[in-house]
């Protein structure tokens, strides 16, 4: 069990590691692995690869892994939230509830003049996200059913995307391309200057979650068992509510509404770890999480270079048949 | 309404700090709906008080309330003397350890992980378990006899484990109070025994409280010092010591088990002899005190389990007595078969008694089997008393409404008592069934009727004969273990000298001789029920008689004579692809036409019949099968859940079912001539008719009638008739083995068939033979009271 264990975390790590390397050299500008050290030694900025790798790629592929570990950890909280193996942000609807208010603040921003910060789009988007899982909590205290649950989230991520839709049919030209690129889902936009805050909402999120380990481990069976063994359910439901939110926020407002790794990438650490520890869930995840959106970023932005793919459109290729699997998987037993 | 003890009743609040937990004016139930008021329970630390009532009483709303997880709807919960619900979780969870019967996913945890969340309130921030907290949950995991579990996932685990690991849970919480919620539910009899002593022991070693709900009055008899009774209507009915609820008929009461309808049932017993204790419901009324005038003996043979022999063994007694000079009938109170007799008068009984009849060389009559159920879906049967269909009944009607069938069983026997001295009566199933020993009509609480010792019969072949013959005996009570009168080892092979130190033993521990060690013998006879090894055996022989195997399949007796041939093969099939080695195809009868014509439809049977039939090969339906041949079959009155269905149409035939069933012995000739089988034109057949609805041709030009009376037609080498045991006369056997072995050109002599009839009786016999040879037939005619005077 500790073997099999460690031999995940191993390999999880390792190919992080390679990951990166891969993306730092491949795009439309080819950078060998020699010239990188060599790069990033020197700080240099000034020639065109350089230029391209610690302007560009870099904070990009911290951003893609940070932001693809929050997104893997907030589906994992909404699973153990619900007790439902197939909620995850993106199809509870939670995703697209933060984007329409991240695109209500982008349309008044530019209609009223005043620039946007990070800290306020990462509000916006922690209030949307807020407001559509308290719609999804409703419906979960009306229906037990699991798939019914889903259903809800779709309906209300559809109602939400449409709302938006309309806001850019209103919105300037110049707008549009912006808010369309961005609620396509993309980690094109990072820089260092978010860098910073996302490291911090990282830190935050992880450390939060570890605490909630114990209580998650008496919650999966159940809330009344929870609750004898000495748990205060509603504090501890609360809590994992709302560092849920604040991971899948932050992530959409930084890189827009990402598919399924939120609820296929915990789904298969479970599979792989074949353990109820939370602690190693939680970190598997999260560790899980960046492989996939690493893997996925560096795909949609070298599949067709120099045109890029929106990360979901990855991300759902190889999500959605394992969400698929998942529910057949679920119907035998 | 509750009369609470007294000592009980003194608590007020200022004592309610004595207990460990007390309840005043509770009312539970959900969404301020109270179900249950006025709750005035109170539980002292160091003992058990145990909730008891019928399901859906509400035992688990109490639980639940009083540990916090659901809110009273009215009134207080105190824990050692301090407010429930002024209490934090972590305050309630230091005092009290709960187990309930919900379930939980808990994917890949082990059983140690469950158990380890018992030790939530000890761990530390991140939850890390320290040497103490391992400890514990070794030790609670070891206490409930489920260490050797602890790496295992608790998900795959049999619920009664999952039982033992919650309780382990609730232990590793280690507070002095526990509510569990039927902890034994799913625990097999030894395991309840070991949860109930182990408990105690825990009770008593940590002076822990405890406040369970169980289900089986045995245990809390032995477990509870306080009995709180709720009825069905949600009431604290009682609240006393277990002396005081379990004395009397308090309990019948209370799971609405209404003595009304005991007198119902044991008023004609009452009648007859006034001095029957009419308290223990029990039939110690017997006809032989009733009637001590009468001559007619009695003896019963009861087995271990199904399948233990007693049919044949009964049928072999019967002969013995019969050889010896006695009229003796054979009897059984109630049987469970698909296959089932006509007698001449037309009604139903089951075939093992028309078998132990004819052993006995008497006519078959109903009343030697009462009532017979003929189970026509998977949890319900046809019940069928004294010959007459009663109605159809599920498994639990059944078994509530089955006293009320007493009467009927004694004026059975009455009227086998008026004509034979001895009555070899054959139990049913096992004795031991300790679930369904309440009211039994077919074993002890049959022998019991009529005062009959008991031979209890054990299967060897099957294993575990000393087990299966003293396992019995130790799970009758006193009454019935004094009836046992000898054990009989059935089914030996080999030497016997090798079990005879376990015979003596078997004697000593058992205190009953041993009857008999009769060896296993091959027997040519009918089988009694559908549960036999017929269906699973497939052979190739010269000439291949392959039975379709519909779902609903009756009577399927039919077909034995085919078996006593030599080079002659009768296959039961499932799959259309076994006609194709068919040499003859039967569609047998079956107990729901509509039905099964649909499954042939969907298991591919309609298209390989069809073809098997358009390459000219002959096919013979019986009754149902018959039905199955027309065009169609409808049900216009509901016979089998109404609708019409398509037949195979190979017959221009027209079905249509009624609720009056045709049942009577016919016998008469074969007046078609068409196909292999014309030779069959001119031949007697006897047997017998039971169907419900009238079939009739719709084109007569284009089939001819096959069985006189218009009971079966036939078309080329398509042949149906209503009538069953249609192959049991020689003569029709014969020409159709040998225009079928003529159609394969290979020679068939017809001597080797020798009429079935015949067979049975040399096999009656040997069978009589053999038990005169391997069973102490003194001690069987001493149980009988009689001397033997041949021998």
């Given at each position: 069990m500790k073997l099999r264990r460690t031999l995940a975390f191993s390999v999880l790590i390792i190919l992080i590691f390679i990951l990166v390397l891969i993306n730092f050299s491949v795009g439309s500008v080819d950078i060998k692995g020699s010239d990188i050290v060599k790069l990033l030694l020197n700080r240099d900025t000034t020639s065109v690869q350089g230029a391209v790798l610690i302007n560009i790629r870099i904070p990009r592929v911290i951003e893609a892994m940070l932001l693809g570990g929050c997104l893997a950890l907030s589906g994992y909280l909404l699973q153990a939230f619900f007790a439902n193996p197939i909620a995850g942000p993106f199809v509870l609807g939670i995703s697209s509830g933060a984007k329409l208010v991240v695109a209500c603040l982008m349309v008044m921003g530019s209609e009223f003049g005043f620039g946007i910060s990070s800290g306020m789009m990462v509000s916006a988007s922690f209030v949307g996200a807020l407001l559509a899982t308290g719609f999804v909590i409703a419906a979960a205290g009306k229906v037990k059913n699991m798939s019914v649950l889903i259903v809800c989230g779709i309906m209300i991520g559809y109602i939400a995307s449409a709302v938006t839709e309309v806001l850019v049919t209103f919105a300037d030209d110049y707008n549009i391309v912006n808010l369309h690129n961005w609620s396509l889902g993309t980690f094109s936009s990072s820089s260092w200057q978010e860098i910073k805050i996302v490291v911090i909402i990282t830190i935050l999120g992880v450390f939060t979650s570890l605490f909630l380990s114990k209580q998650i481990e008496a919650y999966l069976f159940g809330e009344n068992y929870a609750k004898s063994v000495g748990m205060n359910v509603r504090v501890f439901r609360i809590c994992l509510i709302l560092v849920s939110s604040f991971l899948s926020a932050t992530v959409t407002a930084f890189a827009g509404p990402v598919s399924f790794v939120g609820i296929a990438v915990p789904h298969v650490i479970r599979r792989l770890l074949k353990t109820s520890k939370q602690r190693s869930i939680i970190m598997g995840a999260f560790l899980g999480g960046a492989v996939v959106c690493l893997f996925c970023d560096l795909l949609a932005r070298a599949l067709f270079a120099p045109m890029e793919l929106s990360i979901s459109t990855v991300t759902a290729v190889f999500g959605a048949p394992v969400v698929i699997g998942m529910m057949l998987n679920k119907k035998r037993a | 309404?509750?009369?609470?003890?007294?000592?009980?009743?003194?608590?007020?609040?200022?004592?309610?700090?004595?207990?460990?937990?007390?309840?005043?004016?509770?009312?539970?139930?959900?969404?301020?709906?109270?179900?249950?008021?006025?709750?005035?329970?109170?539980?002292?630390?160091?003992?058990?008080?145990?909730?008891?009532?019928?399901?859906?009483?509400?035992?688990?709303?109490?639980?639940?309330?009083?540990?916090?997880?659901?809110?009273?709807?009215?009134?207080?919960?105190?824990?050692?003397?301090?407010?429930?619900?002024?209490?934090?979780?972590?305050?309630?969870?230091?005092?009290?350890?709960?187990?309930?019967?919900?379930?939980?996913?808990?994917?890949?945890?082990?059983?140690?992980?469950?158990?380890?969340?018992?030790?939530?309130?000890?761990?530390?921030?991140?939850?890390?378990?320290?040497?103490?907290?391992?400890?514990?949950?070794?030790?609670?995991?070891?206490?409930?006899?489920?260490?050797?579990?602890?790496?295992?996932?608790?998900?795959?685990?049999?619920?009664?484990?999952?039982?033992?690991?919650?309780?382990?849970?609730?232990?590793?919480?280690?507070?002095?109070?526990?509510?569990?919620?039927?902890?034994?539910?799913?625990?097999?009899?030894?395991?309840?025994?070991?949860?109930?002593?182990?408990?105690?022991?825990?009770?008593?070693?940590?002076?822990?409280?405890?406040?369970?709900?169980?289900?089986?009055?045995?245990?809390?008899?032995?477990?509870?010092?306080?009995?709180?009774?709720?009825?069905?209507?949600?009431?604290?009915?009682?609240?006393?010591?277990?002396?005081?609820?379990?004395?009397?008929?308090?309990?019948?009461?209370?799971?609405?088990?209404?003595?009304?309808?005991?007198?119902?049932?044991?008023?004609?017993?009452?009648?007859?002899?006034?001095?029957?204790?009419?308290?223990?419901?029990?039939?110690?009324?017997?006809?032989?005190?009733?009637?001590?005038?009468?001559?007619?003996?009695?003896?019963?043979?009861?087995?271990?389990?199904?399948?233990?022999?007693?049919?044949?063994?009964?049928?072999?007694?019967?002969?013995?007595?019969?050889?010896?000079?006695?009229?003796?009938?054979?009897?059984?109170?109630?049987?469970?078969?698909?296959?089932?007799?006509?007698?001449?008068?037309?009604?139903?009984?089951?075939?093992?008694?028309?078998?132990?009849?004819?052993?006995?060389?008497?006519?078959?009559?109903?009343?030697?089997?009462?009532?017979?159920?003929?189970?026509?879906?998977?949890?319900?049967?046809?019940?069928?008393?004294?010959?007459?269909?009663?109605?159809?009944?599920?498994?639990?009607?059944?078994?509530?409404?089955?006293?009320?069938?007493?009467?009927?069983?004694?004026?059975?026997?009455?009227?086998?008592?008026?004509?034979?001295?001895?009555?070899?009566?054959?139990?049913?199933?096992?004795?031991?069934?300790?679930?369904?020993?309440?009211?039994?009509?077919?074993?002890?609480?049959?022998?019991?009727?009529?005062?009959?010792?008991?031979?209890?019969?054990?299967?060897?072949?099957?294993?575990?004969?000393?087990?299966?013959?003293?396992?019995?005996?130790?799970?009758?009570?006193?009454?019935?273990?004094?009836?046992?009168?000898?054990?009989?080892?059935n089914k030996f092979r080999g030497d016997k000298t090798i079990l005879d130190p376990g015979i003596e033993m078997l004697e000593k521990m058992g205190k009953v001789p041993v009857a008999g060690v009769v060896p296993y013998m091959r027997l040519s006879l009918e089988d009694e029920d559908s549960l036999t090894e017929r269906f699973d055996k497939k052979t190739k022989a010269d000439i291949n008689i392959n039975v379709v195997k519909l779902p609903h399949i009756s009577n399927f007796t039919d077909f034995d004579v085919f078996e006593q041939v030599e080079n002659v093969a009768l296959n039961y099939i499932t799959k259309p692809e076994d006609l194709e080695w068919a040499d003859l195809c039967i569609i047998p009868g079956t107990k729901n036409t509509i039905g099964d014509m649909k499954w042939l439809k969907e298991s591919g049977f309609e298209a390989g019949i069809m073809k098997y039939a358009s390459q000219g090969r002959p096919i013979i339906g019986i009754c149902g099968g018959y039905q199955i041949l027309g065009k169609n079959i409808l049900d216009p009155e509901n016979v089998e859940g109404g609708g019409s269905v398509e037949g195979l149409s190979l017959l221009p035939l027209s079905t249509t079912l009624g609720s009056k069933k045709h049942r009577e012995l016919v016998s008469g000739f074969v007046t078609g001539e068409s196909g292999i089988f014309s030779s069959l034109k001119g031949k007697r057949y006897s047997g017998y008719e039971i169907h419900m609805g009238d079939t009739v041709i719709t084109d007569p030009g284009e089939a001819a009638e096959f069985t006189d009376r218009l009971s079966g037609f036939s078309k080329g080498n398509i042949y149906g008739t209503y009538v069953h045991g249609f192959f049991d006369e020689k003569e029709i056997v014969t020409e159709i083995l040998y225009a079928l072995s003529k159609e394969k050109g290979i020679g068939f002599s017809g001597e080797k068939i020798v009429a079935h009839k015949e067979l049975k009786e040399r096999e009656y016999d040997r069978l009589a033979d053999t038990l005169r040879n391997y069973m102490d037939m003194e001690l069987v005619y001493d149980l009988l009271g009689i001397g033997n005077k041949e021998r």
């Open positions: - | 309404m509750k009369k609470s003890n007294t000592e009980e009743n003194k608590h007020n609040k200022n004592m309610g700090e004595d207990m460990a937990v007390n309840t005043e004016a509770l009312s539970v139930g959900y969404d301020g709906k109270a179900l249950i008021r006025d709750i005035a329970l109170s539980v002292k630390p160091g003992k058990i008080v145990a909730l008891i009532g019928p399901n859906g009483a509400g035992k688990s709303t109490i639980l639940k309330t009083v540990a916090g997880l659901l809110k009273p709807v009215y009134g207080e919960v105190y824990l050692t003397g301090k407010s429930l619900t002024k209490m934090s979780s972590s305050e309630v969870s230091s005092e009290m350890a709960v187990m309930m019967t919900e379930r939980f996913n808990a994917e890949y945890a082990t059983c140690f992980d469950v158990v380890s969340v018992g030790r939530y309130r000890f761990t530390s921030v991140l939850g890390r378990l320290d040497e103490n907290d391992v400890e514990a949950v070794d030790s609670a995991l070891k206490f409930v006899g489920a260490y050797e579990l602890k790496r295992k996932t608790f998900d795959r685990l049999s619920d009664g484990q999952k039982q033992r690991v919650l309780l382990a849970r609730a232990i590793a919480q280690e507070t002095p109070m526990m509510v569990l919620d039927e902890p034994t539910g799913f625990l097999d009899i030894s395991h309840k025994l070991e949860f109930t002593d182990n408990l105690k022991r825990l009770v008593a070693e940590k002076n822990i409280s405890v406040l369970l709900s169980m289900h089986e009055p045995e245990l809390v008899k032995k477990l509870a010092d306080v009995v709180v009774c709720i009825t069905k209507d949600g009431k604290v009915d009682r609240i006393d010591s277990p002396e005081k609820i379990f004395a009397g008929d308090y309990l019948k009461e209370l799971f609405d088990i209404k003595s009304k309808s005991y007198d119902e049932v044991y008023g004609f017993l009452n009648s007859k002899t006034p001095s029957s204790d009419a308290d223990t419901h029990k039939p110690s009324v017997c006809l032989k005190n009733s009637d001590p005038g009468s001559k007619t003996k009695f003896l019963m043979v009861q087995g271990t389990m199904s399948g233990a022999g007693k049919s044949l063994l009964v049928a072999g007694l019967c002969r013995v007595l019969k050889q010896d000079g006695y009229k003796v009938a054979p009897f059984k109170s109630q049987n469970m078969a698909l296959n089932s007799y006509v007698t001449e008068d037309g009604l139903e009984m089951g075939r093992a008694q028309v078998m132990q009849a004819e052993a006995a060389g008497i006519k078959p009559s109903v009343y030697m089997n009462p009532i017979l159920l003929k189970p026509n879906s998977d949890v319900g049967s046809q019940v069928i008393v004294n010959g007459k269909v009663l109605g159809n009944m599920k498994a639990r009607e059944y078994f509530k409404y089955k006293k009320n069938l007493v009467p009927e069983i004694l004026h059975a026997v009455e009227k086998l008592k008026e004509e034979y001295d001895i009555v070899i009566i054959e139990g049913a199933g096992s004795p031991a069934e300790i679930n369904l020993k309440e009211n039994d009509i077919v074993n002890m609480g049959m022998a019991a009727l009529v005062d009959a010792p008991v031979l209890l019969v054990g299967d060897i072949d099957r294993g575990g004969v000393f087990a299966q013959l003293l396992g019995t005996i130790e799970l009758l009570n006193e009454d019935e273990k004094a009836r046992v009168k000898g054990l009989i080892v």
